[in-house]
């Protein structure tokens, strides 16, 4: 971008931030100095408020006397040096007789999506660019899309609106509403503040999963093995700087810095972990698990709560949660610009597997509901529903789906413990005997069997 469009859009975003607008949109700013200099620059401060008024103190701790200046210079001086632009240098070169120095501006951006009346969301945008959508309000709904349509056809072109979203997408505030906003924010790696916790600096546990995953994909081991003595009960600390470690340092360093993060992920390899779209939603189901869960034992507490505009954490959102993450896995073995690699179809079985181990593990009623299908989460999705529940997507791989051979015998048995249509308990007695045989036809040792589930067999009667 031209040096005079930064200027321009750094002095709109300064304007925002000024009372009379900026009550609306989010501000976040950070300091380009680091935690080890946080000492020295509060006595900097203290400093700056003890001299004259005519003298400002820049970032480069130097002091300049300005009060001979117009009170237009004066101001500008005092406001470029009280908050800096968050510039990076680049490079510099001498052309005949000029010096040119390249750099790039970070500007803040704030979108809102907003409920009314009439039922289509408000979307705005702090660029100011309200006449059509603007190219931050797409990229934004692109990325909600990707997290949030479940039933799209991966093969088909989505429809785009005028307003800068597909129709499948519905009303974007309604349909964020029904996905439930942590949930989406796993997925496009954003954290969630409340007004509680906006100025708390306290963990994100998400964030921190995947900071582990990030360092271990480095590192060598599986994240789960990686750093236990950092991770085990993550903390934080004041300072970013970790004396003689590394690793801790750079962990600090990813939740501290969300430029920092996205550049690091950016780096990495479609097949690690952070990047592995069956590990995430495996994660996915294990967050709509834990807040299903949650609802159980929060219910009274919920019932004198402020009503929220995002539909109830129940059975039925459950349900759609984790059929629509199988749709997903299913998708990403058909909808692909390479062939699948064996990691990427193991890593596939583990969270199908592990997906459908969580699942007959419900069998019980969690919160009252008009059927027992709205409140027991194992017969909505297999006891009392005859289809192809997670079998039908491991039939497409075999081979991978045979390293669990085990987990699967052990399901299967707990599944004739509950109970289950028999035409569902047949097709996974045939894709037993299928693996069986693909296993000892293609010599795979069995060597990840127990990753995602443990269970001790139990034979049907």
Avoid at 36 to 58: G, H, I, N, Y
Avoid at 275 to 295: C, G
Wanted: glycine residues 4%; proline residues 6%; charged residues 30%.
């Amino acid at each position: 971008m031209p040096p005079e469009t930064r200027s321009r859009a750094r002095a709109e975003s300064r304007a925002q931030s000024r009372p009379a607008g900026s009550s609306q949109y989010l501000e976040h700013e950070s300091s380009s100095e680091s935690s080890s200099e946080s000492e020295s620059d509060s006595d900097d401060a203290s400093d700056f408020e003890d001299e004259s008024p005519a003298v400002v103190r820049s970032p480069s701790k130097l002091a300049y006397l300005i009060d001979h200046l117009p009170v237009s210079t004066q101001n500008a001086v005092r406001d470029a040096f009280k908050e800096p632009p968050r510039i990076a240098l680049q490079k510099c070169r001498l052309i005949n007789d000029t010096y040119a120095f390249q750099m790039t501006e970070l500007v803040t951006r704030s979108i809102r999506i907003r409920a009314s009346g009439d039922g289509t969301s408000q979307l705005s945008c702090s660029c100011g660019h309200d006449d059509e959508p603007c190219e931050h309000l797409l990229w934004l709904l692109d990325q909600i899309v990707k997290q949030t349509v479940y039933d799209q056809d991966a093969a088909k072109p989505l429809k785009m609106t005028n307003r800068g979203f597909p129709r499948e997408m519905g009303d974007p505030f309604q349909n964020i509403a029904r996905h439930h906003l942590d949930l989406l924010a796993d997925g496009i790696h954003c954290q969630v503040v409340t007004p509680d916790s906006e100025y708390d600096n306290e963990l994100d546990p998400y964030r921190a999963e995947e900071a582990r995953e990030l360092l271990s994909s480095v590192c060598g081991p599986a994240p789960e093995d990686y750093r236990p003595d950092i991770f085990t009960r993550p903390s934080t600390g004041k300072k970013v700087l970790k004396r003689h470690d590394l690793d801790r340092t750079v962990f600090r360093m990813l939740l501290d810095n969300h430029q920092f993060f996205h550049y690091f992920r950016s780096l990495c390899h479609p097949t690690d972990p952070i990047n592995d779209p069956f590990r995430k939603l495996s994660q996915r189901v294990d967050h709509v698990l834990r807040d299903l869960d949650a609802s159980t034992t929060t219910s009274a507490t919920l019932a004198n709560a402020v009503p929220s505009r995002e539909i109830p954490r129940d059975v039925v959102w459950a349900a759609t949660h984790i059929l629509g993450a199988v749709r997903l896995i299913k998708n990403e073995l058909y909808a692909r610009d390479r062939p699948l690699q064996p990691a990427e179809a193991i890593s596939a079985a583990r969270s199908l597997v592990h997906i459908l181990d969580a699942v007959v593990s419900r069998n019980r009623d969690v919160h009252p509901g008009a059927d027992r299908r709205s409140r027991n989460l194992y017969l909505s999705l297999v006891g009392d529903r005859d289809q192809d529940f997670v079998i039908g997507v491991l039939s497409l791989l075999p081979e991978a789906a045979s390293q669990f051979l085990n987990n699967l015998e052990a399901i299967l048995d707990q599944i004739g413990v509950h109970g289950a249509p028999a035409g569902y308990a047949a097709r996974f007695r045939a894709l037993l005997d299928r693996l069986r045989a693909s296993s000892r036809g293609s010599g795979l040792k069995r060597s990840v069997q127990g990753q995602g589930t443990e269970r001790k067999s139990k034979r049907m009667k």
